[in-house]
Protein backbone atom coordinates (compact mmCIF):
# COMPACT_ATOMS: atom_id res chain seq x y z
CA UNK A 1 0.00 0.00 0.00
CA UNK A 2 1.31 3.32 -0.97
CA UNK A 3 0.84 6.05 0.72
CA UNK A 4 1.27 10.21 0.80
CA UNK A 5 3.64 9.43 -2.21
CA UNK A 6 2.62 11.49 -5.48
CA UNK A 7 2.73 10.01 -9.19
CA UNK A 8 6.03 12.70 -9.42
CA UNK A 9 8.07 11.33 -6.90
CA UNK A 10 7.93 7.52 -8.57
CA UNK A 11 10.26 6.40 -10.76
CA UNK A 12 8.96 3.03 -12.53
CA UNK A 13 12.03 1.20 -14.19
CA UNK A 14 9.25 -2.10 -15.06
CA UNK A 15 5.59 -1.56 -15.55
CA UNK A 16 3.11 -0.95 -12.98
CA UNK A 17 -0.02 -2.11 -12.61
CA UNK A 18 -2.43 -0.48 -10.57
CA UNK A 19 -4.92 -0.98 -8.18
CA UNK A 20 -6.41 0.38 -5.53
CA UNK A 21 -3.12 1.53 -4.15
CA UNK A 22 -1.43 -1.42 -4.51
CA UNK A 23 1.66 -1.74 -7.10
CA UNK A 24 3.17 -4.86 -8.37
CA UNK A 25 5.94 -5.89 -10.31
CA UNK A 26 7.15 -2.51 -10.25
CA UNK A 27 10.67 -0.43 -8.62
CA UNK A 28 10.65 2.66 -7.27
CA UNK A 29 12.96 5.16 -6.07
CA UNK A 30 11.57 7.84 -4.53
CA UNK A 31 12.97 11.28 -5.44
CA UNK A 32 15.02 11.56 -2.56
CA UNK A 33 16.51 8.42 -2.24
CA UNK A 34 19.69 9.94 -4.38
CA UNK A 35 20.40 12.64 -2.36
CA UNK A 36 23.42 12.66 -0.69
CA UNK A 37 23.03 13.00 2.73
CA UNK A 38 25.31 15.31 3.96
CA UNK A 39 24.16 15.72 7.96
CA UNK A 40 24.97 12.45 8.02
CA UNK A 41 27.74 11.72 7.05
CA UNK A 42 29.18 15.42 9.23
CA UNK A 43 27.60 13.68 12.01
CA UNK A 44 29.54 10.09 11.36
CA UNK A 45 32.32 12.28 11.28
CA UNK A 46 32.46 14.04 14.17
CA UNK A 47 31.18 11.06 16.00
CA UNK A 48 34.21 9.22 15.36
CA UNK A 49 36.96 11.80 15.77
CA UNK A 50 35.19 12.63 19.31
CA UNK A 51 34.70 9.45 20.61
CA UNK A 52 38.37 7.97 20.00
CA UNK A 53 39.40 11.47 21.25
CA UNK A 54 37.66 10.60 24.81
CA UNK A 55 39.20 6.75 24.34
CA UNK A 56 42.89 7.83 24.21
CA UNK A 57 42.35 10.84 26.47
CA UNK A 58 41.34 8.11 28.68
CA UNK A 59 44.38 6.10 27.90
CA UNK A 60 46.74 8.35 27.97
CA UNK A 61 46.11 9.62 31.17
CA UNK A 62 46.49 6.12 32.66
CA UNK A 63 49.80 5.53 30.94
CA UNK A 64 51.16 8.97 31.75
CA UNK A 65 53.55 8.59 35.23
CA UNK A 66 51.62 10.25 38.11
CA UNK A 67 49.39 12.26 35.98
CA UNK A 68 46.87 14.29 38.24
CA UNK A 69 43.89 15.95 36.75
CA UNK A 70 44.21 18.26 39.06
CA UNK A 71 47.81 19.82 38.69
CA UNK A 72 48.21 18.71 35.30
CA UNK A 73 47.42 20.28 31.88
CA UNK A 74 45.42 17.85 29.28
CA UNK A 75 48.23 19.14 26.76
CA UNK A 76 51.00 17.69 29.65
CA UNK A 77 49.93 14.71 27.80
CA UNK A 78 51.55 15.23 24.29
CA UNK A 79 54.88 15.34 26.12
CA UNK A 80 56.89 12.14 26.99
CA UNK A 81 55.64 8.22 26.86
CA UNK A 82 51.98 9.42 25.93
CA UNK A 83 52.77 11.94 23.05
CA UNK A 84 52.73 9.38 20.49
CA UNK A 85 49.01 8.77 21.51
CA UNK A 86 48.21 11.98 22.69
CA UNK A 87 48.92 14.01 19.96
CA UNK A 88 47.98 11.88 17.07
CA UNK A 89 44.38 11.41 18.71
CA UNK A 90 44.14 15.55 18.97
CA UNK A 91 45.50 15.86 15.68
CA UNK A 92 42.49 13.24 14.34
CA UNK A 93 40.23 14.87 16.16
CA UNK A 94 40.75 18.58 14.96
CA UNK A 95 40.92 16.89 11.64
CA UNK A 96 37.53 14.90 11.34
CA UNK A 97 36.26 17.93 12.86
CA UNK A 98 37.25 20.19 10.19
CA UNK A 99 36.52 17.80 7.20
CA UNK A 100 32.99 17.76 9.19
CA UNK A 101 32.68 21.50 7.93
CA UNK A 102 32.39 20.95 4.63
CA UNK A 103 29.48 18.60 4.73
CA UNK A 104 27.73 20.78 7.77
CA UNK A 105 27.74 23.87 4.99
CA UNK A 106 26.95 21.33 1.98
CA UNK A 107 24.24 20.56 3.68
CA UNK A 108 22.67 24.14 5.73
CA UNK A 109 24.51 26.59 3.66
CA UNK A 110 25.25 28.23 6.43
CA UNK A 111 28.60 30.05 6.79
CA UNK A 112 28.94 30.92 10.91
CA UNK A 113 28.43 27.45 12.30
CA UNK A 114 30.42 26.13 9.22
CA UNK A 115 33.29 28.44 10.07
CA UNK A 116 33.62 28.05 13.86
CA UNK A 117 33.23 24.17 13.29
CA UNK A 118 36.53 24.82 11.05
CA UNK A 119 38.44 26.54 13.06
CA UNK A 120 37.70 24.58 16.13
CA UNK A 121 38.93 21.87 14.42
CA UNK A 122 42.15 23.51 13.20
CA UNK A 123 42.98 24.56 16.49
CA UNK A 124 42.54 20.92 17.97
CA UNK A 125 44.72 19.65 14.91
CA UNK A 126 47.44 22.20 15.67
CA UNK A 127 47.26 20.91 19.41
CA UNK A 128 48.51 18.03 17.73
CA UNK A 129 51.05 19.09 15.26
CA UNK A 130 52.73 21.63 17.90
CA UNK A 131 52.98 20.17 21.31
CA UNK A 132 53.17 22.34 24.32
CA UNK A 133 57.08 22.34 24.18
CA UNK A 134 57.09 24.55 20.85
CA UNK A 135 55.82 27.62 22.78
CA UNK A 136 53.24 30.25 21.90
CA UNK A 137 51.98 28.60 18.81
CA UNK A 138 50.47 25.74 20.91
CA UNK A 139 48.86 28.45 23.56
CA UNK A 140 47.15 30.19 20.22
CA UNK A 141 46.23 26.90 18.85
CA UNK A 142 44.53 25.67 22.34
CA UNK A 143 42.63 28.83 22.83
CA UNK A 144 41.58 28.84 18.80
CA UNK A 145 39.90 25.26 19.63
CA UNK A 146 38.51 26.40 23.14
CA UNK A 147 36.97 29.43 22.08
CA UNK A 148 35.31 28.57 18.61
CA UNK A 149 34.24 24.90 20.09
CA UNK A 150 32.32 27.17 22.28
CA UNK A 151 31.13 29.59 20.11
CA UNK A 152 29.67 26.54 17.40
CA UNK A 153 27.54 24.72 20.46
CA UNK A 154 25.84 28.39 20.59
CA UNK A 155 25.56 28.61 17.06
CA UNK A 156 24.48 25.45 16.61
CA UNK A 157 20.74 26.31 17.36
CA UNK A 158 20.35 27.64 13.96
CA UNK A 159 20.83 24.40 12.43
CA UNK A 160 19.52 21.57 15.38
CA UNK A 161 16.02 20.84 15.03
CA UNK A 162 15.09 18.89 18.33
CA UNK A 163 14.29 22.24 21.60
CA UNK A 164 16.03 20.15 23.73
CA UNK A 165 19.09 20.19 22.43
CA UNK A 166 19.18 24.11 21.15
CA UNK A 167 19.25 24.64 25.02
CA UNK A 168 21.97 21.79 26.25
CA UNK A 169 24.20 23.11 23.39
CA UNK A 170 23.44 26.90 24.38
CA UNK A 171 24.04 26.11 28.22
CA UNK A 172 26.98 23.91 27.09
CA UNK A 173 28.86 26.75 24.47
CA UNK A 174 28.73 29.15 27.61
CA UNK A 175 29.94 26.77 30.07
CA UNK A 176 32.99 26.31 27.84
CA UNK A 177 33.11 30.25 26.97
CA UNK A 178 32.87 31.07 30.84
CA UNK A 179 35.63 28.92 31.62
CA UNK A 180 37.94 29.57 29.43
CA UNK A 181 37.52 33.23 31.13
CA UNK A 182 38.21 32.01 34.34
CA UNK A 183 41.13 29.47 33.21
CA UNK A 184 42.81 32.51 30.90
CA UNK A 185 42.44 35.32 34.00
CA UNK A 186 44.18 32.37 36.29
CA UNK A 187 40.72 31.72 38.44
CA UNK A 188 40.90 27.84 39.07
CA UNK A 189 39.26 27.75 42.40
CA UNK A 190 39.11 23.94 43.48
CA UNK A 191 39.39 22.84 40.69
CA UNK A 192 43.10 23.36 39.92
CA UNK A 193 44.54 24.59 36.61
CA UNK A 194 44.00 21.01 35.03
CA UNK A 195 40.30 20.72 36.45
CA UNK A 196 39.28 24.29 34.93
CA UNK A 197 40.83 23.27 31.46
CA UNK A 198 38.82 19.77 31.20
CA UNK A 199 35.58 22.33 32.19
CA UNK A 200 36.47 23.96 28.71
CA UNK A 201 37.07 21.34 27.16
CA UNK A 202 34.42 18.32 28.46
CA UNK A 203 31.14 20.58 28.09
CA UNK A 204 32.60 21.25 23.74
CA UNK A 205 32.77 17.79 23.43
CA UNK A 206 29.24 16.66 25.17
CA UNK A 207 27.79 18.62 22.80
CA UNK A 208 29.74 17.73 20.02
CA UNK A 209 28.21 14.12 21.11
CA UNK A 210 24.52 15.50 21.14
CA UNK A 211 25.33 17.77 17.87
CA UNK A 212 26.45 14.55 15.80
CA UNK A 213 23.38 12.22 17.26
CA UNK A 214 21.08 15.03 15.64
CA UNK A 215 22.85 14.74 12.52
CA UNK A 216 22.73 11.55 12.50
CA UNK A 217 18.74 11.56 12.66
CA UNK A 218 18.43 14.13 9.93
CA UNK A 219 16.11 12.48 7.40
Known sequence: MLKNV???QLFFN??????NGLVDKVKICLCDSRRVHHARIAGSII????????????????????????????????????????NTSVFLLGALIALSSVFIYAEFKKKPITLTVLLSGVGAAGVGLFPETTGAI??????VAFLFSGLSAIISVSVIRQTPLRVYSVVLGLVTIASL????SGHYYALGRGGMERLIVYPSLIWALGFSGSLLGSS
Open 6 to 8: SYE
Open 14 to 19: EKCILD
Open 47 to 86: FAGVAQFLILLSVAESVYPNYSVHYNYISDLGVGVTAPIF
Open 138 to 143: HGYLAL
Open 181 to 184: FLYA
